[in-house]
């Protein structure tokens, strides 16, 4: 099974073959290194850009406007803020121009914690994200969803922001890429780059196929009766191994991955709320203010009387920074014994 | 067609006709000053077009103030005291749409470009009145945030300077594009102070990867009220693309003439070698930054329209008779357009949900 890694530069792969991607580029983007999560290892488009992320969103901004395609990388999120008026402005053109001018590009940056990277490696930026508007936002949590989404992300004529966990890069998912080959090894001999010996090297790229995720579209990952738990991302495989956890006492579990932050998959959540009655929202962001909120002031202002429990939103602490030791990281954002916790208390809770 | 698109950019010089007979009784009287300037070469029809549009410019810049000093305009920006900078650049750009023609990231003192480029004086007028009949925002933004599809004019944006790397990313499409096209940026002395001015050098100059852009700085020495010593150390700004192998030059941006042949020189060599080149003008800001600090006139400054109008007068290009008419037919012509603007509809309440996204789709998500 391909990793998310992987997943994403066969869907770049594809999408500069099929879908007439003429740039990938960001810092260390291009050859050698192919990208410090090696995404955009031996693709023929990329290149590297100067170490400037306003550079590169203005850079995007002004490739979309002439008319081409490309996917642009800002190496960690973390420094993505310095951008955040750029993409202010690339959010609001279309609207600004009374529908003239469209602004079809891909921004893809690795986010949140997991992987120990402190302070500036750990930002979560989805909660920002959703205040951009004119963007669409999407966060895959596994690889097959990273491949689709990635497509669906370069077929649209809109901004769109694919946040990447960072946790996640070497995640293997457990469905394959339509198109990849069943063993693993055949396909880390085609396009992994080889770590020693490298020079001349070129990817041998699997027959892949068009394969969409329709961004906006959520998808159940455990269906349950007691409580609905929407997450995203990393925090996809936490809820989802709680969820297992749980079924064993006959708490039953409905985890829905939202895949897409905006626009979102509200008719999924809304039907599966007024199954069970009860709802605790799940993301890794700061709690203040989160994503979530918005999430749960929607379920309260819609499925009032359908709740049989206060709505819940569990996220990470209100910190200025996720410190490096694991002991700090740990009790920044939720681990499995929080969201075991904030599940078994919405569902012990009685109106 | 682009040669042809070159030479006659620019709207119809409305004063032609009527500069024209006068004109050549005058060149009897004044043939002596005629001969000595020679206005570096340029064609009588190129100085007469020049002329038009550059009144054509100021008069329209005089009816947005007065719009916006009679209360029927939120705020006023704009550029008189640059048309002598901005008239040429329009005139000379390859004008078109899609990456084989030049792509225009202008600030907010642009009127005289977009002028030159065809603009009718009532679609600035609807701009600033908000009209839904806008074509550049439908009534969603301020004066002169003007935008061209047609013309390759990119939106201006309100934050200062974004427009620079901007524009690198559209040269990077006509680069690819083959086509000798390139990318016209303009902005304002003190803007250059953002990081993205420097982004914009960086990336235009990478060895081996040069974009094909025009960078420009309309120079008149003050952001809104701080003096040009106020921010900076360098002598001239123009100095700074030097350090980036960056070609570049100060002009006097007041006269039309020089700065005509300047830009028509980098214009040549970035087609030619599809590498930057930069260009500092030095320009009057004649009604001060915005209506925020009042837009009343600065009768100190040099004003290049009465200026070159004195020199065709001299060389008896044109007379005090066919200039007088020049400014009369804009001046009604603007009149006009403020009546009609004002008989035209609003953007409506509901419309803000529209254009969020392409095809309006998941615009409200209550709706979703
Ligand atoms: C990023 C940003 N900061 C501040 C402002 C407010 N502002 C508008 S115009 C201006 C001064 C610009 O001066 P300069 O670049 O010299 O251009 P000029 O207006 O003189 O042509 C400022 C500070 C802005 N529009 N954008």
Redesign the interface.
């Known amino acids: 099974m391909a990793s998310v890694a992987q997943a994403i530069r066969m869907a770049l792969h594809y999408g500069e073959t099929n879908m007439g991607v003429k740039d990938i580029f960001g810092q260390d983007v291009g050859a050698p290194l192919g990208g410090v999560f090696t995404a955009t290892q031996g693709l023929k488009t990329a290149w590297n850009s100067p170490l400037d992320e306003r550079g590169i969103i203005s850079m995007a901004m002004g490739i979309a406007m002439g008319g081409d395609r490309c996917v642009a990388e800002i190496q960690f999120a973390d420094y993505i803020f310095n951008t955040i008026d750029l993409l202010k402005i690339a959010g609001n053109t279309l609207w600004c121009t009374n529908g003239q001018i469209q602004l079809p590009m891909v921004v893809m940056t690795p986010v949140g914690a997991g992987i120990f990277g402190s302070v500036y490696h750990s930002h979560s930026f989805d909660a920002w994200a959703s205040r951009l508007p004119g963007w669409k936002i999407v966060m895959p949590s596994n690889p097959l969803d990273a491949y689709g989404l990635m497509l669906a992300a370069i077929q649209d004529p809109n901004p769109v922001l694919y946040l990447k966990s960072k946790a996640l890069m070497r995640h293997k998912g457990d469905e394959l890429i339509p198109g990849e080959p069943a063993d693993e090894k055949e396909l880390k001999a085609m396009i992994d780059k080889p770590v020693q010996n490298s020079e001349g090297w070129k990817p041998r790229w699997p027959g892949l196929e068009e394969y969409i995720v329709p961004i906006g579209k959520g998808k159940i990952t455990r269906s349950g009766e007691h409580i609905t738990v929407v997450t995203y991302s990393r925090m996809v495989h936490l809820c989802d191994e709680v969820a297992d956890k749980l079924a064993q006492e006959g708490i039953s579990v409905e985890v829905i991955d939202l895949r897409s932050i905006y626009p979102y998959d509200w008719q999924m959540i809304k039907s599966s709320i007024e199954k069970t009655g009860r709802v605790l929202f799940v993301n890794e962001d700061t709690e203040v203010t989160n994503f979530g909120e918005h999430l749960a002031y929607r379920a309260t202002q819609e499925l009032f009387y359908q709740l049989m429990a206060r709505p819940r939103v569990l996220a990470g602490k209100n910190l200025p920074g996720i410190g490096l030791h694991p002991n700090l990281e740990k009790n920044s954002v939720p681990q499995v014994h929080d969201i075991e916790l904030a599940i078994r208390e919405v569902v012990a809770e009685v109106p | 067609m682009s040669k042809k698109t070159t030479v006659k950019a620019g709207s119809k010089p409305a004063a032609k006709k009527a500069a024209k007979p006068t004109a050549k009784t005058a060149v009897k009287t004044s043939k002596k000053t005629a001969r000595k300037d020679n206005f570096g070469g340029l064609s009588e029809d190129i100085l007469l077009r020049m002329h038009d549009l550059m009144v054509k410019s100021r008069v329209l810049e005089e009816r947005l103030i007065k719009i916006y000093k009679a209360g029927e305009a939120y705020f006023w920006i704009g550029g008189p005291g640059e048309e002598a900078f901005g008239v040429p650049l329009g005139m000379l750009a390859r004008k078109g749409q ?2 084989e023609y030049d ?1 225009f990231h202008l600030h907010y003192r642009c009127t005289p470009t977009l002028l030159a480029l065809g603009m009718n004086m009532i679609d600035s007028i609807r701009l600033i009145m908000n009209r839904s009949t ?1 074509p ?3 009534g ?2 301020f004066a002169n ?1 003007y ?1 061209f ?1 047609q013309w390759n004019v ?2 201006v ?1 309100s ?1 200062i300077e ?1 427009q ?11 680069k ?1 594009a083959g086509k000798k096209a390139l ?1 016209i940026v303009t902005g304002g002395d003190a803007g250059t102070a953002e ?2 001015f420097a ?2 050098l ?2 235009a100059s ?1 060895k081996g990867q040069e974009l094909p852009v025009l960078i420009t700085v309309q120079n008149n020495k003050f952001g809104i009220s701080t003096p040009f010593e106020g921010q900076h150390g360098e002598t001239n700004i123009a100095d700074r693309a030097k350090a980036f192998n960056i070609r570049s030059r100060v002009i006097n941006g007041n006269d039309p003439v020089e700065t005509y042949l300047a830009i028509q020189e980098e214009m040549e060599y970035i087609r030619k070698t599809g590498k930057p080149s930069f260009i500092e003008a030095h320009v009057s800001r004649l009604y001060g930054h915005s209506s925020a600090d009042g837009a009343n006139k600065k009768a100190h400054l040099v004003d290049p329209v009465v200026v070159f109008e004195n020199r065709l007068l001299d060389a008896g290009i044109l007379t005090e008779k066919a200039i007088k008419k020049i400014w009369e037919i804009y001046e009604a012509e603007g009149i006009a357009a403020q009546e009609q603007a004002r008989q035209e509809p609003v953007p409506t309440g509901e419309s803000v949900w ?6 309006n ?2 615009a409200d ?1 209550r709706k ?1």
């Open positions: 899609g990456p792509w806008d550049s925002t439908g969603r933004n945030h935008c599809p990119a939106p944006t934050p974004v620079y790397p901007i524009a690198c990313g559209t040269a990077h499409v006509q690819r990318s990081g993205d982004s914009a960086i990336l990478r529209d254009h969020v996204f392409v095809g789709e998941n998500w979703f």
